[in-house]
């Protein structure tokens, strides 16, 4: 009989978004992505696994923290930010606690926000802030594995011709991981799964032991994978290579999918999108972009003629029900491998979850995680990372993968759309400046080599593709735009002042001191390979 695995890995990206003074109040609507996620999933994530260690649950899951993220979340001054963020929720919901007073129902829902919020502040002082430093606590005791992954959320197909990119963002992302946790990793998560035919021979150069692929990639091989997604196999070059069930994103997301349950809290009726401007004041002033405040009322049961207020007891009920659901399907169709596949010693499934995705949709997505661990403890399957199931890897079988991706319907085509086609031109060419300045300048110092570095800083910026993703999805494309346009201007200006051989040093302090991202980066990473 053969052991039934699923493989979790829950995926933390995140755009740089980081601004202090005055523009601190003028984007505060995306500011409030990054501190709603540390409220809502890195907090509760932490706190998810403290309680099922301190209940004796089973849990394996893998991770990805991206080097932004955790340039980030290590940031003093964004910790600084993020604390006075949470004090201003909690005045908020000091409000709405009054506010409600009249009506038992919502008040105890607004306490209950309240309290979510408030157990946020307590944690996140009990962490010291160290958000990153606690994940890595859990992989030191063997219940997370923390993949790399490449230094901003690039989307490698895209630079399938200019190799010397693909090296950088792999060799940026392994270094930050070495900053974050001071070892090296054994697995690599390529962004958006975006693969084509020669990324693991660059994977393998750096040491890299396994990566994941979306199924299509993987089913779709040159030549069959005779285990199918249910296990593991290998490319010519024995990188081990993982298909993750491409069917568990519609089952979680879709239309009918688990965080559409009518129970669960309907986040787009929060506070800050349905009361007045005025009642806001002085936390949104008239005319600013509007953004969440964490306190709502009603699932996603209610309609406009009739208003359903939200209970959390069913909610939870459901959550442990969903998860039960999930499992159980997991374990139906791992049985099923087991009766095709009689000489395999173990069967395996590899569920990929958004983490931000999951945030967006789902306000109870992190409870039903920590449900799928309390649910599988019941039952003839067990979660596991992927590196504990390579104890073969030289005796898997050779395949030679597709060119695929798990954004858009496979093949990231929403990352190269009528709305967004227009960015790819620019960055490509700063790409190819940025290896021919890196081979004109092969040993420069002082205040060239601070100039490269910031260029080298600014395209890794430019070349992420979640402003791309942004505008496609009409998420705040204005800023996407914006963003997009100021990093590709940066390194402009850094190739024009090395050509003209003038710099200005006040610009160049205020833009190293407003993107203090990758401080050790070396503008020779982009280097030819010879």
């Known amino acids: 009989m053969a052991d039934k695995k699923i493989v979790l890995i829950l995926n933390a990206g995140q755009e740089y978004i980081r601004h202090t003074g005055d523009d601190e109040r ?44 955790c340039n ?11 604390s006075e963020w949470i004090e201003r929720r909690l005045e908020i919901g ?3 606690i009054e506010r409600n007073a009249s009506v038992p129902a919502r008040l105890e829902i607004a306490k209950l926000c309240f309290e979510k919020n408030q157990e946020a502040a307590i944690s996140y002082a009990k962490y010291n802030q ?10 030191k005791k063997g219940f997370v594995e923390i993949l790399a992954t490449c230094g901003t959320d690039i989307f490698l197909p895209q630079y399938s011709d200019i190799p010397e990119v693909m090296s950088a963002q792999v060799e940026t992302g ?12 054994d697995g690599f998560w ?23 692929l979306d199924s299509r990639s993987f089913l779709f091989s040159e030549n069959e ?40 809290l309907d986040i787009n009726k929060d506070i800050g999108f349905e009361l007045p401007a005025e009642e ?11 953004y969440s405040f964490g306190y709502a009322y009603c699932n996603k049961e209610a309609s406009v003629t009739k208003e359903n207020t939200y209970s959390y007891s069913d909610a939870a009920a459901h959550c442990m029900a969903d998860a039960e659901t999930f499992v159980s399907r997991r374990e139906a169709v791992l049985k099923e491998a087991e009766k095709l596949l009689p000489d395999t010693d173990v069967v395996s499934l590899v569920v990929t979850v958004s983490l931000n995705k999951l945030r967006s949709v789902w306000n109870e997505g992190i409870y039903w995680i920590e449900c799928l661990f309390r649910a599988a403890a019941q039952k003839k399957v067990q979660f596991e990372c992927a590196r504990n199931l390579l104890g073969n890897q030289y005796q898997l079988q050779r395949i030679r993968p597709y060119y695929g991706s798990s954004s858009g319907v496979g093949y990231g085509e929403d990352l190269l759309s009528s709305k967004n086609n227009w960015m790819l031109r620019y960055v490509r060419k700063s790409s190819r400046r940025m290896v021919d300045l890196s081979e004109r300048f092969p040993a420069d110092t002082g205040l060239k080599a601070r100039l490269l570095n910031l260029g080298a800083k600014e395209l890794m910026l430019a070349q992420s593709c979640g402003w791309a993703k942004m505008i496609h999805n009409n998420d705040f494309p204005e800023y996407a735009r914006m963003r997009f346009n100021r990093s590709i201007n940066d390194f402009t200006a850094v190739f024009d002042a090395l050509g003209s051989n003038t710099v200005s040093t006040e610009w160049l302090t205020k833009l190293e001191n407003e993107h203090q991202i990758f401080p050790w980066m070396n503008y020779r990473i982009f280097n030819r390979k010879r």
Not at 130 to 139: D, S, V
Not at 252 to 259: P, T, V
């Open 190 to 212: 390529l962004p958006e799964m975006g693969y084509y035919p020669g990324i693991e021979k660059i994977l393998k150069a750096y040491g890299m032991n396994y990566t994941v």
């Open 130 to 139: 160290k958000i990153i430093r606690k994940f890595y606590e859990f992989q």
């Open 26 to 69: 003028k984007y505060a609507a995306q500011l409030n992505r990054l501190f709603e996620a540390v409220t809502d999933t890195y907090i509760p994530l932490l706190n998810a696994f403290e309680s099922l260690e301190r209940d004796g649950i089973p849990f394996k899951v893998g991770l990805v923290l991206s080097p932004v993220l």
């Open 280 to 290: 806001l004041e002085p936390f949104v002033t008239k005319g600013e972009p509007r």
């Open 94 to 96: 000091k409000r709405e």
């Open 225 to 264: 994978p005779e285990k199918g997604i249910f296990y593991p196999a290998r490319f010519e070059n024995s990188l081990a290579v993982f298909a993750r069930d491409s069917r568990c994103d519609a089952e979680i997301f879709g239309e009918d999918g688990f965080a559409s349950g009518k129970a669960y």
């Open 174 to 185: 392994l270094y930050a991981y070495k900053a974050s946790f001071g070892e090296v990793p």
């Open 72 to 82: 980030l979340l290590e940031d003093p001054v964004v910790q600084k930010q993020y």
